[in-house]
């Protein structure tokens, strides 16, 4: 007897047809139910409040409070007693430390330092590293360097060590607090988007110019990774230890001390690593508000644009940041395994010796006359980089048949790109561009990541800084694709080739650690001012991490994957399409959010060189001391970079089991 088979349709409710098709396709669901709200939305708001630019009856005019705050502040300074008994005390103690640990690395001498240096190196690395260290702070005697090196460096033993204490601090409160780790996350997400050049302005309004606020705004923008990766080291303990050490009737604070933080050794190793990068950075950044030190050379040299004093300054930071990187990504690759070596070199027998043979190195440097580095053992460079920079100038920077010049180039990526981008983002009605980003945000995130977005954006059209925020936006847009295109290809070589990779490691290292500062001033002798340059040191920013990211994406897909595909005879450009891209999406979207996040922060910064809209307003502001204008741009800034982070970066969503 023949049965009957029921269509699929008629099996019962929620089997099929269209509601069935759209539970299995959630981002086309989204989308469908985006385009049926603007349906409804979109001319009820076209017909209130019209099209094109935001709204001037949505705006809130934030210039007459600010700037109340900004002459109470300046009115106050020397005379309330927030200033006078709290403010005030805190300023002489950090320009009081930073002088004693100046003081005492002169006292050191140029050979008690580099002995330091290389021993502590080699009680962390090994012998390798040792000799890196030790000839890293000869190269920065040997270009005349030695003072600008001691005064970066004792800003940055003052700024990393406050930055650990209040990261390890918050850390600690988050670590062990769900409703503290809920609080502070989003507070350092807004100090992760936030530019570095956005931190000075309230810094110099309230400490004024100089060591002081140079050294605490450099606290507040390194502090943030020590604290995440504190709480995640400790929200991260194995569980079975720590029930192991509660049955044994360890209380609260021994659970701490004896089980959550030695487990937490390689992340708070981890952080103090990206705590001292950032440092480096910011304190760099600093030179601005008269932090001094290498910054300082840097940014004359900017002023000037002097490229061979920018690069006998730029050198020294990037050995220092390689020096400091290396020996904390050591010590955190040995935490918690077996010491090796000779017994008498282990533990506290080792470090005792190194500073036995760190003082008899100082002590015999100082007996010749070695405070600083000899002016007779200076190696001149900056004659022969400005000649090479000229030469440069003379034969590239315009009239090359046929292809043109670097300013020729500029001008064509400005009039074809950047002017019609800026011009598009401008042109939209306000509400499309709030649309798309939800549609963007909503499909690889969820309805709190499009609200979050949608909101960061209205919040720029409140704050009065549409126009300029989309200007900044279609720079963003136009770098992060250019980096993407080029990381992209990079990358999809170096997964290829150990060959390349090992090529490309050194060169990402150098380019990854040198300062967002030091990217602008051959851009400028190469392509002038304006916003083609700040986009071109964007992209040479963000294009380490970039290929980094997509690299070891790529490379970390399934080798059975692989095999499998190979094995059905596709080809390298299938098994590139069809697989590893598809398999390495994760990766892809991370170097996506990282491209956007940089870029971001060297187009602020590239208002020093004629970007204009958000950063020409922190660098008037800063300038200026005008509260209202820098801080404004600054808030619609972190916007920006919130609505960038949130469409960029898919969130994680908690799947349900099926019953």
Known sequence: MATAHAPASAAGPGT??????????????????????????????????????????????????????????????????????????????????????????????????????????WRTAGVRLAVTAGACFVVCGLLGMWVPTMQTLALMVVAVLASVVLGILLGLAAGLSDRTFRFLRPVLDTMQVLPAFAYLLPVVLVFGIGVPGAVLATVVYAAPPMARLTALGLRGADAGVMEAVTSLGATGRQRLLTARLPLARKELLLGLNQTIMMALSMAVIASVIGAGGLGDRVYQALSSVDVGAALAAGIPIVLLAVVLDRTTEAAGRKAGTEPTGRAALRGARGWALAAVLAAAVAVVGRLGGGRVWPEGGVVPVAGPVNTAKDW??????????????????????TSWILNPLRGGL????????????????????????????????????????????????????????????????????????????????????????????????????????????????????????????????????????????????????????????????????????????????????????????????????????DLATGLVAGAAIVCLGLMLDRVTQPTARRSRKES
């Not at 409040?49 to 502040?73: F, K, M, Q, R, Y």
């Not at 300029?468 to 990358?491: E, H, I, N, R």
């Open 16 to 121: 099929g047809g269209p509601l069935a098709a759209l539970r299995g396709r959630p981002a086309l669901g989204k989308l469908l139910l985006l385009l049926a709200v603007a349906a409804v939305a979109v001319p009820l708001v076209h017909a209130r409040w019209g099209g094109g630019a935001w709204p001037g009856a949505l705006t809130a005019d934030l210039s007459a409070p600010l700037g109340e705050v900004n002459d109470w502040i300046v009115s106050n300074r020397d005379s309330h007693p927030l200033f006078v008994y709290f403010l005030g005390h805190v300023s002489n103690a950090v320009v009081l430390s930073v002088r004693g640990v100046y003081l005492a690395l002169l006292a050191l001498g140029w050979a008690g330092v580099t002995a330091v240096a290389a021993l502590v190196a």
């Open 392 to 413: 440069m100038v003379d034969h590239l920077y315009t009239g090359i048949p046929v292809i043109g010049g670097t300013a020729d180039w500029a001008a064509h990526f």
């Open 426 to 625: 401008q042109g939209l009605p306000w509400w499309s561009v709030l649309l798309i980003v939800a549609a963007l945000a909503w499909t690889i995130g969820t309805w709190r990541t499009a609200l979050t977005a949608v909101l960061a954006m209205a919040a720029i059209g409140v704050l009065g800084v549409w126009e300029p925020s989309m200007d900044t936006l279609s720079q963003v847009v136009a770098a992060v694709a250019v980096t993407l295109v080029l990381g992209f290809a990079v990358a999809v070589g170096a997964a290829r080739s150990e060959r390349l990779e090992r090529g490309l490691r050194p060169v990402l290292d150098v380019f990854q650690t040198m300062p967002q500062f030091v990217y602008l001033i051959p851009v400028v002798a190469l392509f002038g001012v304006g916003r083609a340059p700040a986009a071109a040191a964007a992209v040479v920013y963000a294009l380490p991490a970039v290929v980094r990211i997509t690299t070891q994406g790529l490379r970390g897909v399934d080798p059975a994957a692989m095999e499998c595909a190979r094995s059905l005879g596709a080809t390298p450009g299938q098994q590139l399409r069809q697989v590893q891209l598809p398999l390495a999406r994760p990766a892809l979207l991370l170097a996506v959010n990282q491209g956007v996040v940089l870029v971001l922060a060297v187009v602020i910064i590239g208002g020093l060189v004629g970007s204009g809209a958000l950063g020409y307003d922190v660098v008037f502001g800063l300038a200026q001391g």
